[in-house]
């Protein structure tokens, strides 16, 4: 069974910077495409960006230019490198992995809070 556990949230300033990490186990990290998405207290989940076995990216239009996500197979781990952070930005981040051949093999983590207030 795939597990997916999220670290490196908490509290910043407003242009501050934090980067998430979530490590895969039990599952061949190279068949996911990864990603993490976000929620705020009453919004929907939404995607931040995703990155795919062979290292194509995809960000929200919200974050573009701020956030960056890269994967390290050999640790099977995805980071989110997340640069002049807003207010807006707070909320719960999830990592998500996605079987590349087999959709329905969806994985999500616990949730991390970010929280960019000063």
């Known amino acids: 069974q795939v597990q997916l556990v999220e670290s490196g949230g908490g509290l910043v300033q407003p242009g501050g910077s934090l980067r998430l990490s979530c490590a895969l186990s039990g599952g061949i990290f190279g068949y996911y495409t990864m990603g993490w998405y976000r929620q705020a207290p009453g919004k929907q989940r939404e995607l931040v960006a995703s990155i795919t076995s062979r290292g194509t990216t995809n960000y929200g239009d919200s974050v573009k230019g701020r956030f960056t996500i890269a994967r390290d197979n050999a640790r099977m781990t995805v980071l989110l490198q997340m640069n002049s952070l807003k207010p807006e930005d707070t909320a719960v981040f999830y990592c998500?992995?996605?079987?590349?051949?087999?959709?329905?093999?969806?994985?999500w983590g616990q949730g991390i809070q970010v929280t960019v207030s000063s």
């Open positions: 998500n992995a996605m079987h590349q051949f087999f959709a329905q093999r969806e994985y």
